[in-house]
């Protein structure tokens, strides 16, 4: 492990490189920052060798862009694509990015932003579903937020114009475009070729052969376990044993497995006797900082600890316990969105929409929790602090509910199912969650009671 030859003044530097890499699978000059590619260039070739060893991941560094080529073991829907306003990408934009981006490779090196529409929109034309219409202003909002992912991330540079004044009116406004051919280029590169499967667990790990096809497979390779359970350790906010099998689980106890990674990204494990986390101290490599500030995450802690408490209540009635669903359903909607019919039948390899993947989920049962104690809980948690919310919030108790579920959801802390949540074992770090309300000093303000002159403390 090349980490291990550094001198230990720039170690820091070389794990704040790591922790970059796996942030970002991709890196241009200008995204996520202006140090960022520097920073890898200068360290490519000793992360090259230690993110294949440690992972099997593959990176590959240019003058202008780095990109990394990560192993899915797994589905991730916790990680989907966001508009500038952080919004959640939905069908139409994931079309309308796609639709681009191949628009983008054909074209020369400068593009206005009616004439790319035009492209999408014949090639939308011709899939079942998918249109856009220029005359439409929804249509012009998902193709905006479209193109602004690609900008955000250097594929193309706003030149002259703006796409806000197309968005508004594309009769009288325009944007015009520089495009940037290699980040283009290192943007999408699948696995393997996606007109050859017939259902997305082919582009996960171990579908080189056919899902159904047992006679195939390899018995397991001890460093590709290893490797498994380190992508794992990165990839997922905590990985318990019960997500791993026997070998697995072995592996996540060995200290070695872990101290490599930590040596690596500069993260302090913790360990629990139901698994393992990385505590991510600098915030660079966390797409979630929790605890955090802002209502969301405030309400987020509070309703941890109090849902903490409520499992291990021995006064309140005895909860049921259930499994964790496995990922069928979202391969069943991902899979429903492939074309059917013509050169997809044809040059379809391996991989059925029927096949089973192993989501790494054991079959063990944990406490669940029915929506409405947790409607409850919020309401009241609403009266005791709702001063200190922000003033959306204290109106919408029901969003607010939603939205610190959905976080403790992507934390794996909880999981979330018809009906109310399971509670899973990392949670109980959060109990006995200590609040403090304090005031702050009064403030001048144009506008009399902009703001709460109180604020909320949870830790």
Do not use: C
């Amino acid at each position: 492990m090349r980490a291990r030859e550094i001198p230990s003044l720039a170690l820091d530097s070389y794990q704040r490189a790591a922790r970059v890499a796996l942030a970002n699978h991709l890196v241009t000059s200008t995204y996520p920052d202006r140090i960022a590619l520097p920073l890898l260039r200068r360290w490519a070739t000793e992360l090259r060798e230690d993110l294949l060893d440690l992972f099997g991941y593959r990176l590959e560094v240019t003058e202008t862009t780095a990109r990394l080529f990560p192993v899915l073991d797994a589905l991730d829907p916790s990680q989907p694509a966001r508009t500038a306003t952080d919004r959640i990408f939905d069908r139409r934009r994931y079309a309308y990015l796609a639709l681009a981006l191949a628009a983008l490779g054909r074209a020369g090196n400068q593009i206005t932003l009616s004439e790319l529409a035009d492209h999408v929109a014949a090639e939308a034309g011709q899939v079942d579903g998918v249109d856009l219409e220029a005359d439409r202003a929804s249509d012009r909002d998902a193709f905006v937020d479209a193109v602004g992912w690609l900008a955000a991330r250097g594929a193309i540079s706003l030149a002259d114009g703006d796409a806000g004044g197309w968005a508004n009116n594309p009769s009288s406004g325009e944007a015009l475009y520089d495009i940037e051919r290699s980040v283009v280029v290192a943007m999408f590169r699948p696995p393997r070729a996606v007109q050859h499967l017939r259902s997305v667990t082919g582009l996960l790990a171990g579908a080189e052969a056919p899902l159904d096809d047992e006679e195939t497979r390899q018995p397991t390779d001890p460093k590709e376990t290893l490797r498994k359970v380190r992508r794992a350790l990165i990839e997922r906010p905590v990985v318990y044993f019960d997500d791993l099998d026997q070998d697995g689980r072995t592996a996540l106890a060995a200290e070695r497995t872990v101290i490599d990674v930590e040596l690596l990204t500069g993260l302090v494990a913790e360990r629990r006797a139901e698994g393992v986390t990385l505590i991510d101290t600098s915030g660079r490599l966390s797409d979630i900082r929790f605890p955090s500030t802002g209502t969301i995450a405030q309400v987020a802690l509070l309703l941890a600890g109090e849902i903490s408490d409520r499992v291990v209540d021995p006064d309140a009635a005895e909860l049921t316990h259930h499994s964790i669903p496995d990922d069928g359903d979202l391969i069943e909607r991902l899979d429903s969105a492939i074309p059917g019919g013509g050169i997809f039948d044809d040059l379809a390899e391996f991989g059925t929409a029927s096949s089973e993947v192993d989501d790494g989920i054991g079959s063990d049962k944990y406490p669940f929790i029915e929506n409405s104690w947790l409607r409850g809980t919020v309401a009241d948690l609403v009266e005791r602090f709702g001063r200190t919310f922000a003033a959306q919030w204290q109106a919408d108790p029901d969003g607010l509910r939603e939205r610190a579920v959905t976080m403790l959801h992507r934390l794996r802390l909880v999981s979330i199912v018809s009906g109310g949540i399971i509670v899973l074992p990392a949670i109980a770090r959060y109990r006995d969650v200590m609040v403090s309300v304090r005031d702050r000093a009064p403030q001048d303000s144009l506008f009399d009671g902009t703001s709460p002159d109180t604020e909320i403390e949870a830790h």
